[in-house]
């Protein structure tokens, strides 16, 4: 007589045989996982707003799609082994910081993709890819015609009044002022609706102002 527990162990055998993996089908997976992390690499490359781009982090996005391809088509194989690659990739820790949130978008959306590609979903792929894709782009088109800059200004105190006379033009938010003996620094997040920065010359020629910086500024202050 056959028991339940008989006909579950045939059928988690039967689950734990390899899949019908051929080499084609797989080819076709990682030639599509390289192509929506191209796609995704150049959308990041063109959309990128922050202070330093990074090629490394992009290069890691593209690759990033592929890797996560070979884990799903991997774990789809088998049952057993997707069991023990679920307990692998628990231990593994992740120690980067991910300061700008866009960052983390691309990141999700690589492996997003990868995940699809895996599954051999390929029309999630492309159509959530493309989509995905313009709307990124068109997005970030929408953002304010000003550009917010850093502006670090070293200077005495004798200084200020005619600090004041220049930068009263502007519009600005006070981030920092730090005063040490007879020297001042402080830092004004300004706003800027054209690349005119002149005023940054006539800051650095008033007397008893030892330097003047003006950075681009992505929304982070540390």
Known sequence: MISFVDIF????????????????????????????????????????????????????????????????????????????????????????????????????????????????????????????GLSFIVLTKFKTKKTVYLLVINYKEEAYPDILKVIGRMKYVIRSKMAKNDMTELTLEVYLKDNNTVFVNMLSEIENVNNVALVSYNGDFA
């Open 9 to 132: 162990k045939k059928k988690f055998l039967e689950m734990a045989e390899l899949a019908d993996t051929t080499f084609l089908p797989i080819l076709i997976s990682f030639l599509m996982s390289f192509a929506v992390g191209i796609f995704i690499f150049f959308i990041y490359k063109k959309c990128y707003s922050g202070v330093l781009y990074s090629h490394t982090f992009n290069v890691t996005l593209t690759v990033m799609t592929m890797v996560t391809t070979m884990i799903i088509v991997t774990i789809s194989s088998n049952l057993v082994l997707s069991l023990g690659m679920v307990g692998a990739l628990s231990i593994v820790r992740f120690r980067t910081a991910i300061k700008d949130p866009t960052d983390l978008l691309f990141l999700f959306w690589a492996v997003a993709s990868g995940i699809a590609t895996g599954a051999r979903i390929y029309s999630v792929v492309v159509v959530g890819t493309l989509i995905i």
